[in-house]
């Protein structure tokens, strides 16, 4: 089945920097199509309008593809608390060297990923139905992650403590914030003291001409976590460090 493509979506992948195939298209076409139908369902996004969904899912989520297209081959990255595959899913399709794993709660949310990955053939995904806290202190996969990404789940000092313990020394997290990151990054001071973070680089994910101004944050693991975080499941939200 081929899929109509919106005329804005190769102007707007341009004006990010990103690259796509017909095919990576089609997938991520396939993708969106599949996530609309399945809303009708049980709610995976807010977002119904299918012009709508390309740019606030699609495109939104691919804004971290020129901070990670650097990584070598066979570089993982978990989606910490990925919902309805976002931004893992479409950073998966136009970046299969990575190996992605897809973290989330929920159980249908976390099927519906399964099945969408099924669905597209994409090999290069793994999803985990899980907390990220619980995940966090487990030695399978603590600190085992070279990246972790993140759309939107919470304040900068609550995602760190999701997702700084699942990323190695000399890793990054990325995660896609709005115009309050200035005031979360203060707030965040003490968590970026306690969980191992160093450089911190922040970049404009679009173009001034475009009326999204989402910010691509990445934070580098520059040391071990204490054992002691994460806290357990609830906490970090909580009270946050």
């Not at 493509?5 to 990103?18: D, M, R, S």
Request: proline share 7%.
């Amino acid at each position: 089945m081929t899929h109509d493509i919106p005329t804005f979506v190769p102007e707007h992948l341009q004006a990010i920097g990103v690259t796509v195939t017909d095919e990576q298209l089609q997938q991520l076409a396939a993708y969106l199509h599949l996530m609309l139908e399945t809303n009708k369902q049980f709610n995976l996004t807010a977002i119904r309008e299918p012009q709508e969904a390309w740019k606030r899912h699609i495109i939104d989520s691919l804004t971290l593809v020129p901070g990670l297209i650097e990584w070598p081959a066979g570089s993982s990255l978990v989606d910490v608390g990925t919902g309805g595959g976002l931004p893992g899913i479409p950073l998966a399709i136009v970046l299969p060297q990575l190996k992605v794993t897809l973290l989330e709660t929920t159980g249908k949310k976390a099927r519906f990923c399964q099945t969408a990955a099924d669905a597209l053939g994409l090999s290069n995904i793994i999803v985990i139905n899980n907390r990220a806290e619980t995940l966090g202190q487990n030695k399978l996969y603590r600190e085992k992650f070279d990246m972790a990404v993140s759309r939107a789940v919470g304040p900068m000092r609550i995602l760190m403590e999701y997702m700084l313990p699942l990323v190695k020394v000399g890793g990054w997290m990325y995660a896609l914030k709005g115009p309050a990151l200035e005031q979360e990054l203060e707030d965040a001071g003490d968590a970026l003291a306690t969980l191992g973070a160093g450089e911190i680089v922040a970049v404009e994910a679009y173009p001034e001409s475009f009326e999204n101004h989402s910010i691509v944050v990445g934070i580098e693991k520059a040391d071990r976590t204490p054992k002691e975080y994460p806290r357990l499941p609830g906490i970090p939200k909580q009270q946050p460090l």
